[in-house]
């Protein structure tokens, strides 16, 4: 029996545009850890996705009309693997976008992508960041309003996003979000680890000096 030979689709959706994730470690670094944090801190809803870089197809039958958020979330999807962002397959709209920028993207990033973000991917809250603060403004934020954007104004130094329930700021040299309820930043899985450890690490170094002082009483009864 002759086995079957599928035929290749003829039309493809690449899964990368060719282009470098980032420009630089910097830049890579910002969108990792907001990733991270996002994950993190919507753990426990199973119908929020959290992604970035990746190939998003706006226009069925057109792989050319296609745009790579930075960062991005939306809701109404689950926590599955998808290979590509197609808004005919997944939710139309998008939730929040984050794009960390440059003196070589900030054009686009002000305009062309401003412009699909408003008015195709209707994404409720965007936010550019420049994280070696060399173009101006280095870091700001829109909601959406209509199919315009508008500037959201900076509350004790952070950009309040009501989408996510969390502001954005900067915490020690680094973009981070702000929980305002809980009065506290929120951190990447791997420095909540590093933390754990610092508490483990002090926890048995005041058992040690518990048992020394037991061991001190015992010697002069």
């Known amino acids: 029996m002759k086995k079957r030979i599928g035929a290749a689709p003829t039309l493809v959706y690449p899964e990368s545009d060719g282009e470098p994730m980032?420009?630089?470690?910097k830049h890579l670094q910002v969108m990792t850890?907001?990733?991270?944090?996002?994950?993190?801190y919507f753990r426990g809803v199973p119908d929020v996705y959290i992604a970035g870089n990746m190939m998003m197809y706006y226009e069925e039958g057109n792989p050319r009309k296609s745009i790579s958020p930075d960062v991005f979330m939306v809701r109404g999807l689950s926590k599955k693997e998808i290979r590509t962002y197609k808004t005919w397959e997944q939710p139309p709209t998008l939730d929040f976008v984050l794009e960390v920028a440059s003196p070589s993207t900030y054009t686009r990033d002000f305009n062309e992508k401003m412009e699909i973000y408003a008015k195709i991917l209707r994404v409720k809250a965007y936010c550019i960041y420049d994280p070696y603060h060399e173009i101006d403004p280095s870091f700001v934020g829109f909601r959406l309003v209509g199919e315009t954007y508008e500037e959201i104004p900076f509350v004790n130094g952070r950009i309040p996003l009501e989408v996510l329930g969390l502001e954005l700021g900067e915490h020690e040299g680094a973009v981070r979000l702000y929980d305002p309820v809980k009065s506290a930043w929120l951190f990447t899985?791997?420095?909540?680890?590093?933390?754990?450890?610092?508490?483990?690490?002090?926890a048995e170094a005041e058992l040690e000096k518990l048992r020394a002082a037991l061991q001190r009483l015992e010697t002069t009864e």
Do not use: W, Y
């Open 33 to 40: 850890d907001c990733m991270d944090v996002l994950r993190g």
């Open 189 to 202: 899985s791997q420095e909540r680890v590093a933390q754990a450890e610092s508490r483990a690490q002090h």
């Open 22 to 25: 980032a420009e630089t470690p």
